[in-house]
C-alpha cells in the first residue's frame, strides 16, 4: 500500500486546502485560513463536491485536535503509568473562574479528590509545590497528579465559575 | 458653530450605519443595501438633507475606495495572481464576455453612450468577492471542491480590474485617443512592473515596511497606500489601481499584520463610501429606473450563473457543484458601485447612479439566495424534465421501485 498523500490546494484570499483520501475511499479535507482556524469537512456520499459536515476550530482548538491525533500521545497527561494508575495533567486556571484570586487552599482540592498540585506555572515562571496558601490567579497552569477519577474531580472543581 | 454640526452630522451617520449593519447581522445579510438606503435617505431629496459634513463624508468615501482596494491586494500574493491568470484565464474571458457584454447592451439600448456602456459593463461584470467570501464560509463550503473554481474568477476579476478601471478614469475624464492609450499603457506598465518586482523581490519589499510596532507599520502602510494612491489619480491611472498595486506588492508577515490593523478602518469607511453613494443619488431617481435595472439583474443573475457552471465544468466539478458556483457568483457590491462611483463624480449619464444603486440593492440582497437555493431549484426543474420524459415508458419507472428500497 502506498502512503496516504495530502494534497494541497491553494485557495487565494482564504489560505490553503488540503485534501485526504482515506484506505476506505473516503474524503476529508482540512483549509488552513490564514488567521489560524481550521475547517475540517467531510464529503457527501451522494455529491463528493459538497461538504456533509464543515466544523470551524479556532488556532488553540486545532492544536488541542493536533495532540489528540498523534500516535504517540495520550491525552495532554505528562505522566501515564498504567501500573500505578497515576496520571498527571496540565489543568488551566480560567480568568473567570471563581478561584481566580482565591488561595489554593480554599479549593479544597487534596481533601476532596486526593489529587494534589505538584507545581503552577505563571507566564515564564515555575512555582513548585505550592503551598495552601499560594494565591491563584487567571492563567494559572497547575500540574495535578492524582489517580483518573481524582484528577477529573480536580479539573471539574478549578472549572467552577 | 460649523465644527459642532459637522460632529453631530457625522455622528448620527455613524450611529445609524452602526445600528444599521447590527440588524443586518441578526438577519445575516451583507450590510451594504442598507448603508446605500441609509445613503438615499439623509441625501439630497432624502428625509434629512446633510449639510456641513458633506466634504468630510466626501473624503471618508475617497479613503474607504482606497482602502478596499488595498486590502483586495493584500488578499492575494502575487504568486496567486500569476498562477491563477495562467491556469484560469478562460474562465476570466467567458465571465467577461457573458457579464460585461449586457450590460454594455442595455446602456446603449437606453441610448447613453458609449462611454456610459463601458462603465455599465463593469458595473455589471464584478462579482463581489466581500460577500461571496462570507456567504461561502456562511454555507460551510470553504471546503467545498467548486470553492476553488469560484475564488479563481473571483481572483481574475480583481486583477481584470487593475486594467480595467485606468480605462474607465480615462473615458470619463474625456480623454482623447491618445491620451486615453498612454494613461492606459501607463496603468499596464506600472501593473506589469509592480506584479514583477513583486514576484522577485516581495520579501524585500515587505522587509522595508516591517515593523513589530503595529502603530508604526499601520502609518507606514497607510501612508505609503495614500501617497501611491495620489500619484496614481495625479497620472490618471485611478487612485484605487494604485492602492491594489500596493497591497499586492506587500506580502508574508507584513500583508498580515497590515490586514487585521486595517480591517477596522476598511469597514468604517467603506461603510461612508456607500453612504457617500448614497448620498448623491437623489430618491426620486430610482423609480423611473428600478424596471430595467430589475430586468438587467436578472438577465446578469442567469449569465452569472452560466459562468460559473461553464467554469465549474471546465474544471471538473460534478453537475451539483456546478450550479452551486454559477449560484455563488450571482452576488454584485462594492465594486460595482466603486465603478459607478467613478462615472458619477465625473457627471456621466445622471440615470447612470440611480440605476447602479438599484442594481445593486436587487443583487446584494438576492446573491446570497441564489448561493443557497440555486442548486436544489435546479435539480428540482431537471428531475421533472427526465419525469416528464420518462412517463411514456412505465417499465422503466417499474424497474426503479426496489431499486429505492
Same mark, same amino acid.
Given at each position: 500500500m502506498s502512503a496516504p498523500r495530502l494534497r494541497a490546494t491553494p485557495l487565494p484570499g482564504i489560505g490553503v486546502q488540503y485534501d485526504l483520501v482515506t484506505k476506505d475511499q473516503r474524503h476529508l479535507s482540512v483549509v488552513a485560513h490564514r488567521d489560524g482556524a481550521r475547517t475540517v469537512n467531510m464529503y457527501r456520499?451522494?455529491?463528493?463536491?459538497?461538504?456533509a459536515h464543515s466544523l470551524r476550530l479556532t488556532g488553540s482548538e486545532a492544536g488541542v485536535l493536533i495532540d489528540a491525533l498523534k500516535?504517540? &500521545? &495520550?491525552?495532554?497527561?505528562l505522566l501515564y503509568t498504567t501500573d500505578l494508575g497515576l496520571v498527571a495533567e496540565r489543568i488551566e486556571v480560567a480568568a473567570a473562574s471563581r478561584w481566580n484570586g482565591r488561595v489554593l487552599g480554599e479549593t479544597r482540592m487534596r481533601t476532596d479528590?486526593?489529587?494534589?498540585?505538584v507545581a503552577a506555572l505563571r507566564r515564564a515562571e515555575a512555582i513548585p509545590s505550592p503551598a495552601p496558601d499560594f494565591r491563584l490567579a487567571g492563567g494559572d497552569i497547575l500540574i495535578v497528579v492524582g489517580t483518573r477519577e481524582g484528577v477529573d474531580a480536580a479539573a471539574a472543581i478549578l472549572g467552577r465559575e | 458653530m460649523h465644527s459642532a454640526v459637522l460632529l453631530i452630522e457625522f455622528g448620527s451617520i455613524l450611529l445609524a450605519l452602526g445600528l444599521l449593519g447590527r440588524a443586518a447581522a441578526r438577519f445575516s445579510l451583507s450590510p451594504i443595501p442598507l448603508y446605500l438606503l441609509a445613503g438615499l435617505a439623509f441625501?439630497?431629496?432624502?428625509l434629512l438633507p446633510l449639510g456641513a459634513s458633506e466634504e468630510f463624508v466626501a473624503t471618508g468615501a475617497e479613503i474607504g475606495v482606497i482602502l478596499l482596494l488595498l486590502m483586495l491586494g493584500l488578499e492575494y500574493t502575487a504568486g496567486d495572481l500569476v498562477t491563477n491568470l495562467k491556469s484560469h484565464y478562460p474562465a476570466g474571458l467567458v465571465d467577461m464576455m457573458f457579464n460585461a457584454v449586457p450590460g454594455a447592451a442595455v446602456a446603449l439600448l437606453m441610448g447613453w453612450g458609449p462611454v456610459a456602456a463601458v462603465v455599465l459593463a463593469g458595473v455589471t461584470w464584478i462579482s463581489s468577492s466581500g460577500v461571496i467570501a462570507k456567504v461561502l464560509g456562511d454555507l460551510g463550503r470553504v471546503g467545498n471542491r467548486e470553492t476553488p473554481v469560484i475564488l479563481s474568477v473571483l481572483v481574475l476579476e480583481d486583477l481584470a480590474m487593475a486594467v480595467y478601471l485606468p480605462i474607465v478614469t480615462a473615458l470619463v475624464a474625456g480623454a482623447g485617443l491618445l491620451a486615453g492609450s498612454l494613461t492606459l499603457a501607463i496603468a499596464l506598465g506600472a501593473a506589469g512592473l509592480v506584479l514583477f518586482v513583486a514576484v522577485r523581490y516581495g520579501r524585500v519589499i515587505s522587509r522595508f515596511v516591517s515593523s513589530d510596532d503595529p502603530e508604526k507599520l499601520l502609518l507606514v502602510v497607510l501612508g505609503l497606500t495614500i501617497l501611491v494612491a495620489g500619484v496614481a489619480q495625479q497620472l490618471q491611472v485611478s487612485a484605487a489601481v494604485g492602492a491594489f498595486l500596493v497591497g499586492i506588492a506587500l506580502s508574508g508577515e507584513v500583508a498580515e499584520g497590515a490586514h487585521t490593523l486595517l480591517s477596522p478602518l476598511r469597514d468604517l469607511f467603506a461603510a461612508v463610501f456607500f453612504v457617500f453613494f448614497g448620498l448623491h443619488?437623489?430618491?426620486?431617481?430610482?423609480p423611473p429606473v428600478l424596471l430595467p435595472a430589475l430586468a438587467l439583474a436578472l438577465l446578469t443573475a442567469a449569465t452569472k450563473i452560466a459562468t460559473g457552471y461553464w467554469a465549474a465544468r471546465r474544471a471538473g466539478i460534478s453537475v451539483k457543484g456546478r450550479w452551486r458556483t454559477g449560484g455563488a457568483l450571482v452576488a454584485r457590491g462594492e465594486f460595482s458601485i466603486v465603478i459607478a462611483g467613478l462615472a458619477v463624480s465625473a457627471g456621466i449619464e445622471r440615470s447612470l447612479g440611480p440605476l447602479a444603486t438599484a442594481y445593486v440593492l436587487i443583487l446584494v440582497v438576492i446573491g446570497p439566495l441564489t448561493a443557497r437555493y440555486t442548486e436544489p431549484v435546479a435539480r428540482h426543474v431537471t428531475d421533472r424534465l427526465a419525469a416528464r420524459k420518462r412517463v411514456p415508458q412505465p417499465v422503466e419507472e417499474a424497474e426503479e421501485v426496489p431499486v429505492g428500497d
Open positions: 456520499a451522494d455529491d463528493p463536491d459538497s461538504c500516535p504517540s &500521545h &495520550h491525552s495532554a497527561s479528590t486526593g489529587a494534589s498540585v | 441625501g439630497e431629496g432624502g443619488t437623489d430618491p426620486a431617481s430610482i
